[in-house]
């Protein structure tokens, strides 16, 4: 019969140990949960401060998306035009090339003139509207020349 006490003992033994151990991990799990608790109080009060902010940046985010697309869909005209003025300087070109195939020298020189003519105007208010602007009107006279297109 002392063997079955022994054994009833140790079982007893055993059971203590694996209650004192079952106590120690859910103390620990208790602290941790209690630990858990307090950050989430903190998180909730702090997303309690943040998310009005967070919305109010959303908005403006939006707006300034909204802002951003309708300026570019205003620049698609400026590229229609640009893509138009090419194609005109290309129309142009190949013209220009055609009629000088056909055109003599003297021919060609004489209708390039006018433009030529708007050039040189065009060039010297430029030089005279930087004079202007530069506060620099007496010096007219300085090195610059104005490119009348006869030069060598």
């Known amino acids: 019969m002392a063997v079955i006490y022994v054994g009833i003992l140790f079982i007893a033994i055993a059971f203590a140990i694996v209650a004192c151990y079952a106590a120690f991990a859910l103390s620990r799990f208790s602290d941790t949960m209690r630990s858990l608790g307090r950050s989430m109080t903190e998180l909730e009060k702090e997303m309690h401060y943040i998310t009005p902010q967070l919305t109010e940046s959303l908005q403006e985010a939006d707006k300034l998306v909204d802002d951003i697309s309708e300026k570019v869909k ?59 602007r530069t506060g620099k009107g007496s010096s007219m006279n300085d090195s610059s020349t104005v490119n009348t297109g006869r030069e060598g």
Do not use: C, R
């Open 74 to 132: 205003a620049t698609d005209s400026v590229f229609d035009h640009v893509e138009d003025v090419g194609t005109s300087v290309q129309t142009m070109n190949q013209l220009y090339l055609q009629q000088k195939e056909t055109l003599s020298e003297a021919e060609l020189e004489k209708k390039l003139q006018p433009f030529i003519t708007g050039i040189t105007w065009s060039e010297a208010f430029m030089q005279v509207f930087k004079t202007y």
